[in-house]
């Protein structure tokens, strides 16, 4: 086995001497690589290792938890510690330190306010809840690409679809926190309003001393007691007080699907508190939540979330109780669906990023595209990738010479994440011009270093690092002509929409081919 401690460090062909004591932590960011050798197999997947090729794995982020926060030596490191089993002769296991760049602050749910408080002033800004953010957002678009695909052609989704998909979603409510999308989605606050007045009880019936007129009930146990009464009628069994074991009815609040309901406004008022700082919503909605918290029935609910068995009739039939109950199993899949692509969501980028290209090469001038062409799309991601293997081929006419775009992967694990051909053939000629250009793609800013090193591994003229956060935020000089790769920022979707980011690509596009009319 390999280890290399970053991409550019496998290009080279420059592996890692492992010893545990002494390795330092694989750091995601660099994109890590492990290679086996040829008898060597995993015993089981993993959830930070992706495939690349036969036997060779990039190494993605780990799922940092609050319990590897408060055991690592350090409380500045995001670094978890993670076994690895190869199949061998004989097996064997290695003990691998892998590190992220944030913690994912969603993760913390109710009573854990102390640990929320002490991770942020620990980590700071890299306590986040950008990140998980983002990956729902992108899970987001390839289910929107998907859905339409299930009831459209069997071919895949249309990609002159792709722009209008990614300029509604930009506009809709996919770019919110959770919280405030199921809020629209179902209109909780309205509804929350609505069932506050009306909450469903229970009848409790409980035997007890009862003054003579307000006897309305008696069961077998009060006529036991009534006959074993001195007296020959029911004025002399009462006795002094005038009293007699009778069935009082009590209205309990107290039901399973009130306890389901109070216990899941716990957890929105906490999301809301999260965001209250940045939209308005937010703040009604924890307001809501407030009010139906202080209502008399509601004070004697017990909370609870706990729902492992089967719900009940009320959450299942009830059309208020069922948009909460629904509303919570949304937040349960989201919540599911951010932990299993957090290891692989560099992949989920590449995949994203195909999308954008796709958009952009679209805006270009003459743009043209047969309308057989697809996009096929995964219902449940690979290693956190939505999209089959597939080439995308776009054409621009212009009134002097026709373009041609190929957008592919390449075959080679050694190879760029993707690769674009542009080639120009200018019309009445038979002479064609191509150009290449290599992409690579990080979730966050590659180091100058790690990007000359790409660029020289490239074996083409142009190389591009794209990325999607950069932490840092130090300016760079110019590295026009320096030998080292040039990078382009995506726009945080979550605040500026898709759209934004095609537009800087396409602008991209047409500045390295030069213009050219396009």
């Known amino acids: 086995m390999e280890i290399y401690a970053s991409l550019a460090d496998y290009l080279d062909g420059s592996p890692l001497a492992y010893d545990p004591q002494t390795m330092p932590p694989l750091q995601g960011k660099d994109r890590p690589v492990i290679v086996l050798d040829p008898q060597e197999r995993l015993k089981s997947p993993s959830r930070f290792l992706m495939p690349r090729q036969d036997r060779v794995y990039e190494v993605g982020f780990p799922w940092i938890q609050t ?61 986040d809840r950008a990140t998980a953010e983002t990956i ?30 990614l300029d509604q979603l930009s506009q809709s409510e996919a770019h919110l926190p959770l919280v405030l999308a199921l809020n629209r989605r179902y209109e909780l606050r309205h509804k929350l309003e609505l069932i506050a007045p009306k909450l469903r009880s229970q009848l409790n019936r409980v035997a007890e001393m009862m003054p003579l007129g307000h006897i309305q009930e008696l069961d077998a146990y009060c006529l036991r007691d009534y006959v074993r009464r001195p007296g020959r009628n029911a004025l ?30 716990d957890l929105l008022q906490q999301e809301c508190r999260n965001y209250s700082h940045r939209y308005h919503e937010a703040e009604t909605l924890e307001r809501a939540i407030d009010q ?30 069922r948009s909460f109950y629904q509303a919570y199993l949304d937040y349960l899949q989201q919540r599911s669906d951010k932990e299993k692509i957090w290891g692989y969501r560099q992949a989920l980028l590449v995949d994203a990023l195909v999308v954008y ?38 054409y621009c006419v212009l009134q002097q010479a026709v373009w041609s775009f190929t957008l592919a992967r390449p075959a080679s694990s050694k190879a760029s994440d993707l690769v674009l051909t542009a080639t120009q053939q200018l019309i009445g000629q038979q002479v064609e011009v191509s150009y290449h250009l290599s992409l690579w793609v990080f979730w966050y800013k590659p ?51 898709f759209m934004e980011g095609v537009d800087g690509l396409t602008r991209w596009l047409r500045q390295w081919l030069g213009g050219q009319g396009l």
């Open 67 to 127: 319990i590897d926060w408060e055991t690592w030596e350090s409380r500045q490191a995001l670094v978890q510690q993670v076994t690895l089993t190869i199949e061998d002769h004989p097996p064997y296991s290695l003990q691998l330190q892998l590190q992220d760049e944030v913690f994912d602050a969603s993760q913390l749910g109710r009573g854990e306010e102390d640990t929320a408080e002490q991770l942020h002033n620990t980590l700071g800004y890299r306590c």
């Open 136 to 165: 729902a957002l992108l899970i987001g678009l390839f289910r929107e690409i998907l859905g339409r695909t299930k009831t459209g052609p069997p071919g895949g989704r249309p990609l002159v679809e792709i722009p209008s998909v």
């Open 236 to 265: 002399e069994k009462a006795g002094a007080r005038q009293q007699l074991m009778a069935i009082q009815r009590y209205e309990n609040f107290n039901t399973a699907e009130n306890r389901f309901l109070k216990g899941f406004c």
């Open 292 to 321: 139906f918290r202080q209502e008399p029935n509601v004070q004697s609910i017990t909370s609870s979330v706990d729902l492992a068995g089967r719900p009940n009739y009320v959450l299942q039939q009830n059309p208020i109780y």
């Open 357 to 394: 290209l796709v958009a952009a090469l679209l805006q270009l001038q003459g743009s043209f595209i047969s309308s057989l062409s697809s996009l096929a799309v995964k219902a449940t991601p690979d290693y956190g990738r939505y999209l089959k293997e597939q080439e995308i081929r776009v």
């Open 447 to 497: 180091a100058p270093s790690l990007r000359e090193r790409l660029h020289q591994a490239s074996g083409v003229d142009t190389s591009l690092s794209v990325y999607l956060f950069d932490l840092d935020q130090t300016p760079e000089p110019d590295d026009s002509g320096s030998g080292v790769q040039p990078t382009l920022p995506l726009p945080a979707p979550l605040k500026a929409g």
